[in-house]
């Protein structure tokens, strides 16, 4: 019997492991520290229902309508606003509206490479970046990140028998997987090797809104705004989905103009534009400044679990296990400092009921197989408690045999 043969690209593209991981997260009793989900108890599903009925009472036909693919202006406007919060001067014509961040991600990175192309990414990175990568076949190439973030002078010795990378991409704040911050010193060190090596740099921003202790720092595009020539060469990616509801699917780009419009034209093509009803939603929920209480909370919560997870991982491993407190975001990355191969252990501890990712999912290339990746935001301190003492549990078991 003959079978269909499918594209080079959709057999280049795995399953993602971590989504593998989250079948086992629905079983009964189990305790994920795996998936990155926001917490649903903390939806600020009143304030969104209110929205959502000012929608239908004031602009249902317009909302339940076709839109235009670079967003709804009431929601762009909007979006003007946060990055004014954010530190940077943007107008609403330069922000594009996606469905969600992984959209706008997918869109530049389409705008920019060709098979072959080489992308810099952070080592270890966020997973689903490197998928689209992949799919349009570009090679990455990696810099490590310490606690500060992306180790920015490593792209002063990329290895000379490769091309130049056309696109750096990195998560800026509180990053998936490595919880780590970018200081400002490394990002204007970034802006300027940006210019300076003409090399497309791609700020990704999800979590920064997440901050529960400290200062936030400034996205790459406001202190381009500095550096002569810097604005061509640095773009901001960011989302409603861990502010606000990842089921809303929105997102937003701020991009220059000739990047914008070739995203704009892809857009046309891959969905004609994001739903005009939920960006309609999103629009008035902003405006009704529910936002930032919603902040508030939610950075409460998940500030106290941060610190619960944190004292029961130093509790139970001491100084087996390295890993930096978060000071924001959704996730504790660490590494046993004792060789433990964190993929072994999963395979224990799910058995005991709990399960996290290993960390060698995230790397480009040579794995570090002793990093973890903990998200903590969707178990309450009890939970998380429980969870660390099964894995404890399975760390000695795999330490006995
Ligand atoms: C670093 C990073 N970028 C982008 C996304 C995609 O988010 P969304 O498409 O929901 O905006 C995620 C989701 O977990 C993420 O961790």
Redesign the pocket.
Known sequence: MKTLTLSIAANRTRSSDVRELLKYAQLPGMISLAG?LPDPALFDVAGIDAATAEVFANEARSALQYGQTDGQVSLREAVTGLMKQRGANVAPENVLITS????A?DLVARSILNEGDFVAVERPS?L??LQIFHLLGAETVSIPVDGDGAVVDALLSLPADKPKPKLLYL?SNF??PSGATLTLARREKLVRWAVENEVFVLE?D?YGALRYRGSPEVPLVALAEKVPGALEWVGYLS?F?KIMA?GL?I?WAVLPAVLHDACVRIKQALDLHTSTFNQAIAARYLASGRLESHLDTVCKVYGERAEALASALTEAFGDKLRFNRPDGGMFLWGRFEDGTNARELLYIAREKGMIFVPGDVFYPDTPDTSAIRFSFVTVDNAGLLEGVKRLKAAYDEMKQS
């Open positions: 990155g969600g961040s992984q959209q991600l966020y689903a970046a998560v990053a998936n990704d999800p989302s989905s990842p699917r997102g």
